[in-house]
């Protein structure tokens, strides 16, 4: 079994079933904020991999669903700036195992973690049809949380 590191937003239900699923694999979690996180341009954007610019983009944050930004219209560099600016724009989860990286529950590799050929109901906000976003969560923990099996 793996030690994932696994960035979320805290209080995020989605993120809740997923680091649930990964710990019910039997994997054990680091898990840390990506609101908190002190993110580089460089270290960011290693969690992207070939992914067009759009699919980096979390198409929950309320900036993408106010139409305020349009990943589609994004390019690469831009996108990353915004995201160190406003990091609920970063997909997520960001995930880090075995040297690895994603940003998403829908590629590699969480596919593997899981035992799964895709995630099915794991990837996406589990508040689709909400008019208002989430609660902003309670002051960042700038530590880490280790969820064991």
């Not at 990353?80 to 040297?99: Q, S």
């Not at 529950?105 to 035992?115: A, I, K, N, Q």
């Not at 895709?118 to 280790?146: F, K, Q, V």
Request: with cysteine; glycine share 8%; charged share 20%.
């Amino acid at each position: 079994m793996a030690t994932v590191t696994f960035y979320e937003k805290p209080g995020c239900g989605t993120n809740a079933r997923q680091k649930q699923a990964l710990a019910a694999a039997g994997h054990t979690l680091v898990v840390k904020s990506l609101l908190a996180e002190p993110w580089t341009a460089a270290r960011l954007r290693g969690f992207f991999g070939d992914a067009p610019v759009a699919a980096w983009f979390n198409p929950a944050a309320p900036h993408v669903k106010s139409g305020a930004v349009d990943p589609a219209a994004v390019g690469a560099d831009a996108a990353i700036a915004m995201m160190l600016a406003e990091p609920l724009l970063i997909r997520r989860p960001l995930v880090e195992a075995d040297g690895l990286r994603c940003a998403g529950f829908d590629r590699e590799p969480v596919l593997s973690l899981l035992g799964l050929p895709e995630p099915g109901a794991l990837e996406g906000c589990s508040r689709p049809h909400a008019h208002t976003p989430c609660p902003e969560p309670a002051a960042a923990s700038a530590g880490a949380e280790t969820v064991r099996p």
